[in-house]
């Protein structure tokens, strides 16, 4: 075998951890496998699986090849695709990588009118938060991320799509606020404060923001997603930061109120993140140009 067949070998008995199992997805026999897994351990001089009763599992060299390996991988089937899809931009497939609120509020408009344009083309989203799109794509697992920034990653190229700003809402128990004005930052932190997970970038965006202004954050509660931010205020448990362009509805229903604050949040951006150096395929490309409202 050559190396890189041994690599493939090598990915699918991690993936599966079991021989007989890669053995069945690469249409290879048991022995086959094993000598390939041997073959590769003698090159490199290094023990890469450990052997367990029923099955193997990757000892620390092999986890460190792995990561390496699966995304070159991922990375070469990338470039293959993009060679097959070059003679039309009509066919192939978009690896997408997007949370769920950019998914609800700019993935879905762009690509609703995308497809009726381009019917033959095949989809695969991947839902994540920013640090993990940013992963995937560095790892070759989709071509196009579509995130919260800012993303601080010399790996990739940003192109911004929409402005949006961070505010502070509350349900009827919060009618009060303000008075008189907009309301210190200091003084909302003295309410129960209701903020996503500590690893999304939005949360980490305003966090910082906060902490520049010497106002440390302990939320009451911590969500996984901005529509049970605005749930959860809209029945008084607390003030929730969220989005004002993803939070119209529960807005103009009255839902929550907006709860003006001083000095008010930077706006910030949507954007679209690219692997640096590696060019989009033609059907990306396009698709980035309706994201960002060239066509």
Do not use: W
């Not at 048991?30 to 090159?43: I, N, Y």
């Not at 999304?200 to 049970?228: D, Q």
């Not at 929550?256 to 690219?274: D, M, N, Q, S």
Request: net charge neutral.
């Amino acid at each position: 075998m050559g190396r890189l067949d041994l690599y493939r070998v090598f990915c699918a008995v991690a993936k599966n951890g079991n021989i007989s199992r890669a053995a069945e997805e690469l249409f290879m026999s048991q022995s086959a496998v094993s000598q390939a897994v041997m073959q590769l351990e003698r090159e490199l001089d290094a023990r890469l699986f450990r052997r367990l009763p029923k099955g193997v599992a990757l000892t620390d060299e092999g986890a460190l090849l792995y990561e390496h390996a699966k995304s070159a991988l991922n990375m070469i089937e990338a470039g293959e695709g993009k060679l097959r899809e070059l003679k039309n931009v009509e066919t192939g497939e978009l690896k997408i990588g997007v949370g769920d609120t950019i998914s609800r509020h700019v993935l879905l408009p762009a690509l609703e009118a995308f497809r009726a344009d381009h019917p033959n083309i095949r989809y695969k989203i991947y839902n994540g938060t920013t640090p993990e799109i940013c992963r995937m794509l560095k790892e070759g697992v989709v071509q196009i991320g579509i995130c919260n920034l800012p993303v601080p990653d010399p790996a990739l190229d940003r192109i911004d799509c929409l402005e949006v700003q961070d505010i502070f809402v509350g349900g009827s128990a919060y009618r009060f606020l303000p008075e008189g004005g907009p309301v210190p930052l200091a003084d909302i932190a003295k309410h129960p404060l209701i903020l996503l997970e500590p690893n999304s970038n939005s949360r980490r965006y305003v966090e910082a923001f906060l902490k520049s202004h010497g106002i440390a954050v302990a939320p009451e509660f911590e969500l996984g997603s901005h529509a049970l931010l605005l749930d959860f205020a809209s029945i008084n448990l607390g003030i929730a930061c969220v989005v004002r362009e993803f939070s119209r509805e529960y807005l103009d229903r009255g839902l929550v109120h907006e709860i003006p604050v001083t000095p008010p949040v930077p706006k910030r951006t949507v954007g679209v993140c690219l692997l640096k150096g590696v060019p989009p395929a033609p059907a990306a490309s396009r698709f980035v140009e309706r994201l960002i409202g060239k066509n």
